[in-house]
């Protein structure tokens, strides 16, 4: 909630921003425990802590609450936003992109890009991975754009930031 508060504030300025509050994931109405980070809650997420302290060793959780998740079709249809008047999806959180992706499926082919913040190991317990986002992004006819690595494992993997485009929306 606090920073939440912040993100309001910090976009009042901008007339074509709206900050939402909400757990977006696969399911409705499912209760996850979500654990908030040290970090000003940067590295919160649903999932446990893994792979993600080989590179940043001083993050942990220090409380954990309980909230109710929906999916994005179900948040965006509550709140009278008309998913087709957005052409990009931008997603960092933390792990749980593919849960988000996957409930919502039936929004996505309206999306010309999409954007997502991805490991290509375990950062977190049971997290997605570059593998997991692609294969089910190209299934729907995306493919990948651009991708720009901003940290690394020692022991190998990478965090990336990756750009997928919508095939039929390619210009020659």
């Not at 921003?17 to 000003?40: M, R, S, W």
Request: with cysteine; hydrophobic share 35%; net charge negative.
């Amino acid at each position: 909630p606090e920073i939440f508060a912040q993100l309001e504030e910090n976009i009042t300025g901008f007339t074509n921003q709206l900050a939402l509050q909400c757990l977006v994931t696969d399911q409705d109405e499912k209760e996850y425990p979500f654990h908030i980070a040290n970090n000003d809650g940067a590295s919160s997420s649903i999932l446990d802590l893994k792979l993600h302290r080989d590179i940043w060793p001083e993050i942990d959780y220090v409380e954990s609450i309980v909230l109710k998740s929906k999916t994005l079709p179900t948040l965006l249809r509550e709140r009278e936003m008309d998913y087709r008047r957005y052409d990009a999806l931008i997603m960092d959180t933390q792990g749980s992109e593919l849960l988000i992706l996957q409930g919502a499926s039936s929004l996505l082919h309206n999306f010309r890009y999409i954007k997502t913040e991805v490991p290509d190991f375990e950062a977190y317990s049971g997290c997605c991975t570059l593998v997991d986002i692609t294969t089910f992004l190209e299934i729907r006819g995306f493919r990948e754009l651009s991708r720009n690595k901003f940290a690394e494992r020692e022991d190998g993997g990478s965090y990336y930031d990756v750009v997928f485009e919508k095939l039929s929306t390619r210009h020659a």
